[in-house]
C-alpha cells in the first residue's frame, strides 16, 4: 500500500523517516529523497534507530513538519514491533505523535481497512477472480490494537499468537495464565483461537 501510495506521487519529493534497512519499500519507483526542509511529504517506516530512539527524541521533527503542514505516510502502524526477546518502537508510535500535534498521517496497514481490503484482492487473484468469503479469511497476529480489533472490525477471525507483543500481561509464552488472557480480551474483540507462537 504504500508503495503504491508513493506510485502514485512520481513528482513529489520524499523526507523519509527510518532505517536505511526499510528502503526497499522504495525499489523500483520513481522517488526523489528530501531533507524535511524541502520535501513535499514523509514516508515513516520506523524510527532511524529504534534500538537506542523513542518517540520523545522526534519532538521537533515532527513539529517542524506540522508546521510545514507535511502529510505523513505510516507504513507499519504498530506502535511497537518484537526483536527477539526486545520490544522497539515502530513507526506507528511517531504517526500516532505527529497526529497529536494535529499532523495528517495516512496508515498503511493494520486496523484500518485497506489493508483487509488489499489482502483479501490478492487472495481473490489467486482463486481466479473469486473472492474469499469473510467466514473463510483467517488474520494472524500478536497485537490487540491492531491485529485483534483489525480483525474484528473487518469481520473476519483472529488466531492470536501470545508469545508477541503482550506475552508479559499473560504469564507466561509458553502456558499462558487463562486470567491474563481474559483481562487482554476483556475490553474488546476476542479471538478464535490463540497459539504459543506461529510456525508456518
Request: hydrophobic residues 45%; contains cysteine.
Amino acid at each position: 500500500m504504500t508503495h503504491g501510495i508513493i506510485e502514485a506521487r512520481p513528482a513529489q519529493r520524499v523526507f523519509h523517516i527510518g532505517p536505511p534497512r526499510d528502503r526497499p519499500i522504495f525499489a523500483g519507483l520513481d522517488v526523489t529523497f528530501a531533507p524535511v526542509e524541502t520535501a513535499d511529504y514523509a514516508v515513516c517506516s520506523g524510527l532511524f534507530d529504534d534500538t537506542i530512539e523513542t518517540p520523545e527524541d522526534y519532538r521537533e521533527i515532527l513539529a517542524f513538519m506540522r508546521q510545514r503542514s507535511l502529510f505523513m505516510v505510516c507504513a507499519n502502524p504498530d506502535i511497537f514491533v518484537e526483536r527477539g526477546d526486545t520490544l522497539v518502537y515502530c513507526a506507528g508510535a511517531l504517526a500516532d505523535a505527529y497526529v497529536a500535534l494535529g499532523g495528517e498521517a495516512l496508515y498503511c496497514g493494520k486496523p484500518h481497512a485497506p489493508i483487509y481490503e488489499a489482502a483479501v484482492g490478492q487472495a481473490a487473484a489467486l482463486r481466479g477472480g473469486e473472492v474469499p468469503p469473510r467466514a473463510r479469511v483467517l488474520a494472524i497476529g500478536d497485537s490487540v490494537r491492531t491485529d485483534l480489533a483489525g480483525a474484528a472490525a473487518f469481520g473476519v477471525d483472529c488466531l492470536f499468537v501470545i508469545s508477541g507483543l503482550h506475552a508479559g500481561e499473560v504469564g507466561s509464552r509458553e502456558t499462558p495464565d487463562p486470567a491474563g488472557l481474559s483481562a487482554l480480551f476483556a475490553a474488546g474483540a476476542v479471538p478464535k483461537a490463540v497459539i504459543p507462537r506461529l510456525v508456518w
